[in-house]
């Protein structure tokens, strides 16, 4: 894998062996021919994977390796999954509630919080085929879920200074400045205050199962093969 390095070798990073991992899961596989008549044949597949990785140790005794980071980070982490987000979360109460001081605000942050992680829990995929004399149609979908993203796009757009889109401004102090030529009793606020910290937890996202099609029309030829293939991504 990539590991960063340090700057002044004139390198970002590089790829090497950094550790040992585990992994443990299934894949079944189903294969049947529905229909075979005459030239005509129908083909389908289908299949469904489960893969659960750990970390089991780390070259050089390191605590972890920060495979991508802009606020929460993605790591590889002995006993964690490869892929593991952490991050600072809100205090919360047993029932995952967050815990609110008297002037409305959280009351505290927990850091280093296992907030998720990037694998997807299963993957899934149906295949079909038709072939008729020397032409062959392919439709290919696949299916993941169970996984989490960090979206940098939400915060950077979630600082008080974006009161348009996060509404901030307002909960903080009414009747702020926003944009040119506004009428307000107070100046604009900006993102550098006490209260966007803790959020690595609110910016993190379930993510949907990711969709992808693929079909493939081909004609055989004693010679040659005449191909036309498309892609749609859906997530």
Request: proline share 3%; net charge negative; no cysteine.
């Amino acid at each position: 894998m990539k590991k960063t390095i340090s700057y002044t070798s004139g390198f970002y990073d590089k790829v090497e062996n950094v550790g040992e991992i585990k992994n443990s899961g299934i894949e079944l596989v189903f294969d049947a021919t529905p229909v075979k008549v005459g030239n005509f044949e129908w083909n389908i597949k289908l299949t469904y994977a489960k893969n659960k990785s750990e970390v089991v140790k780390l070259q050089n005794e390191d605590d972890e390796i920060i495979l991508s980071s802009w606020g929460a980070r993605v790591v590889a982490k002995p006993g964690l999954e490869y892929g593991t987000i952490i991050g600072n979360d809100y205090a919360r109460d047993e029932s995952g509630n967050i815990l609110i001081d008297d002037n409305g605000y959280p009351s505290g942050i927990v850091q280093d919080t296992v907030l998720g992680k990037v694998q997807p829990d299963f993957t899934f995929g149906i295949s079909n085929s038709l072939t008729y004399k020397g032409f062959d149609f392919t439709a290919l979908f696949t299916f993941s879920g169970g996984n989490y993203i960090w979206d940098t796009e939400r915060a950077n757009i979630s600082f008080v200074e974006y009161g348009q889109v996060t509404a901030y401004d307002e909960k903080l102090l009414d009747n702020s400045w926003k944009k040119p030529g506004d009428n307000s009793e107070f100046a604009q606020l900006r993102w550098q205050d006490s209260y966007q910290w803790g959020w690595d937890s609110q910016i993190e996202n379930p993510e949907s199962p990711t969709k992808k099609g693929n079909w493939k029309f081909s004609e055989l030829v004693e010679r040659s093969i005449i191909m036309a293939t498309a892609d749609l991504v859906k997530a």
